[in-house]
């Protein structure tokens, strides 16, 4: 069975262990060469440009914006923080997660393996010894194993797609930010001010963020027991927050921790982001030192 995605990831500047590896003795920008194009030749993240998926990509984050609402992640996290439909291990979830082929990816049209090991085996040759990174790259979108009938099946706009905090303001820097004027949250008091139910430097760990793969990984990770320093944890659950770690919007939101945890988010960006190319990862080769990474980060079976 193959199931296709209608989210694209479409571009992104790049802005610049609990464990907080030094980041002042650390090349932050280590040694990968960023292309200007992807592998068809157009632009990254570029929302605007005429394509055949303009209204699609629109269609989707009109949905988006419209249902994620405040109550609607209360009940999402709740339902799906039970951990109580499947039980596998790390690499039984990759091996499912392959089913899936984004067609309407303009930087990616190979099966998600694919992208994962790309991003993983890219990080490993700029960041040797950081191990804990290696792993994050090659499981950071596992959560998009959500689109699957094992657990619900659901729809493609509460599983992909730019993430955003939802409880405040919807800042105009989101991805089609006029579609949020559907969202019953717009017009709310509670929620439509700056900080609405949080305060200033709350911590975003604090904060409820958009519902989809992002934090239904992190909650699986956290609740698993992960020996994954707090920076992993931060990759996983915000790699999809790009009006942060692109624009900067709602760092008025972040502790002390998640400003040190931002700078790995940049770091990680530009592997997730851009390491989707033609270059083809032998996965019975690299396979052994990644189950050696997930023996040493996770237990044999998580709950999911």
């Known amino acids: 069975m193959t199931i296709t995605l209608e989210h694209p990831r479409i571009g992104v500047d790049l802005g610049e262990k609990k464990i907080i590896p030094d980041t002042n003795e650390l090349d932050l920008d280590g040694g990968f060469s960023v292309p200007e194009t992807n592998a068809f030749g157009q632009t990254f993240?570029?929302?605007n440009a005429e394509s055949e998926r303009k209204k699609t990509v629109e269609e989707f984050y009109r949905t988006n914006h419209l249902h994620q609402s405040y109550a609607f992640v209360k009940r999402m996290r709740e339902e799906y923080g039970k951990l109580n439909r499947v039980e596998m291990s790390i690499w039984?979830?990759?091996?499912?997660?392959?089913?899936?082929?984004?067609?309407?990816?303009?930087?990616?049209d190979e099966p998600q393996i694919e992208h994962l090991l790309q991003t993983a085996e890219?990080?490993?040759?700029?960041?040797?010894n950081e191990d804990w990174l290696h792993?994050?790259?090659l499981i950071h979108d596992l959560g998009k194993?959500?689109?699957?009938?094992?657990?619900?099946?659901?729809?493609?706009?509460?599983?992909?797609?730019d993430t955003f905090p939802v409880g405040c303001a919807f800042d105009e820097s989101n991805v089609h930010h006029k579609f949020f004027e559907g969202n019953s949250d717009y017009h709310n008091p509670k929620f439509n001010t700056k900080y609405g139910v949080y305060s200033e430097g709350c911590g975003l760990e604090n904060v409820l963020m958009s519902w989809g793969h992002d934090d239904y990984m992190y909650l699986v990770a956290k609740e698993n027991k992960t020996t994954l320093p707090s920076a992993a944890l931060f990759i996983i659950r915000y790699h999809s927050f790009y009006p942060l770690h692109r624009f900067g919007?709602?760092?008025?939101l972040m502790n002390e921790e998640d400003k040190e945890n931002l700078k790995w988010l940049h770091v990680f960006n530009k592997y997730d982001l851009y390491s989707k190319s033609k270059v083809r990862i032998d996965v019975e080769k690299v396979?052994?030192?990644?189950?050696s990474l997930i023996e040493k980060y996770f237990p044999a079976k998580l709950k999911w």
Request: aromatic share 16%; glycine share 6%.
């Open 45 to 47: 993240r570029d929302y």
């Open 145 to 161: 194993v959500l689109l699957h009938p094992s657990f619900g099946e659901l729809p493609q706009w509460a599983v992909v797609g």
């Open 92 to 108: 039984e979830s990759i091996e499912l997660l392959n089913e899936f082929v984004d067609d309407s990816d303009p930087d990616l």
């Open 287 to 291: 396979k052994p030192y990644y189950l």
């Open 249 to 252: 919007a709602y760092s008025y």
């Open 135 to 137: 792993l994050t790259g």
């Open 122 to 128: 890219a990080i490993r040759k700029d960041y040797p």
